[in-house]
Structure formats: C-alpha cells, structure tokens
C-alpha cells in the first residue's frame, strides 16, 4: 500500500525536522505552506498557500486520502502573531480548517503538535488557546488522533528570545536534570522523531487489523516523547 503524509507547519522548528523524517518512511509526502521547507526530496509534493484563509481551494487539488496521515505543526507566538485575535486564528482556526478538510478527503489518523501546559481554564492565552484546539479536533471523531504535548522546544527559535534564553540557562545545568522529569525540556527533533515513530507504530497495527480501528485519542506527553526517543541528538 502506498502511504502518504501530509504537513503543514513544516517550516516551523519541529516541522522542518518532521519533514524529513517523514519523507524516509512516507511514498509521498505532502506539505503545505507558505514558502518550501529547508529538506525537500524527490518524494515530496509542495503545495504553496500565501494566506491559509484560502486553504480549501489548495485542498481541492490535494489527492488526499483515507492512506494519508496528516500532521499539524502550525503555530506561533502573541508577539509574533501581534495580536490575541491574529494568534487564535492561526493555533485555533487555522488548525482546526486544516482537520476538517482532512477530515472531508477521508483522512483516517491526525497528528497534531500542541503544549505540555495546554489548559482550557489557564489564565494564559497561549495555553487556553492550545486547549480549546486540542478539544476542538478531537470533536471532529478522527479514527485516530494522536496529541503531543512536549515541554520547552530545545532549537534556534527565531523572535523568541526568552526562550532562547531559557535554553542557554538549561543547556548550563542540563548534565544535573533527569529526562525523568516531565518538565525537562526537549529537542525539536525528538519531538518530531516521537510523531513519526507514532505514525510507523499505528501503520504497522493496521495492518494485522481485521476490523475498523476504534476510534481512540492518544496524549503524549512530555515525559512520555523523552523516553521514546532517548539516543543522543
């Protein structure tokens, strides 16, 4: 059977190791967004959006399927979106499009990126907004929808110098702090590393399964991503 993947936010700082790991077990690999990712092989299919309000006209060119899995990195910062309204469309709206028009092309298995601290009754935007995301996928009865929550993103974030600020304070007393921990902060490539290990695993359950899969939503946490992917980056 031919499988395929389908990205958006691939150009973010999970996204862009996603991509790549995706396209070694993936016949085709599309992936969605504004400008093309830093990877880019023979198996991939670019699909450019200059404004994701117009998503569904992409969509209708998309060959997406029931084989397909779809993957959402997509999200972004207050600062950087420059407004609360401007970030809840992007991590909220722009997410949950995304799902439903998977959902319409038969779509089978979700994998959706969001924050160890999402918390629908945080006093925080951001983690309210993670929530709320998160609550509105699962409503939508993916067969299987896969959560990840990591902890602080280890990686070059661009216009997030207060989280680059936290990582060169933890990279000074990393060599102390146990992975056990859940609030041990994480590589963006491990992270990646544990969604495409995620899709290989439902993949291969699939296909020793001789009825339709019960419809079922995964959270992975933190701690959880750690010790799935614990080698040396």
Known sequence: MQRKAMVIGATGLVGQHLVKQL???YDTLIVIARRPPRY???SMRFY???DFDNLAEIFASIGADRKTDAFSCLGTTKKQAGSDEVFRKIDHDYNVGFAKLCQEKGVENFFLLSSMNADINSRF?????KAETEESIMALGFAQLVIFRPSLLLGKHKGRP???????????????????LSLHPISAKRVASAMAMSAHEIYHRSKYR???AIKTTDIIENKQMLAMTRVKY
């Open 48 to 50: 450019q959006v200059n």
């Open 23 to 25: 396209s070694e077990i």
């Open 125 to 129: 935007l951001y983690n309210r907004v």
């Open 210 to 212: 001789s009825e339709p």
């Open 40 to 42: 880019i092989n023979a």
């Open 162 to 180: 207060l989280e680059s600020l936290g990582q060169k304070a933890f990279q000074l007393i990393s060599p102390l702090v146990s992975e056990s």
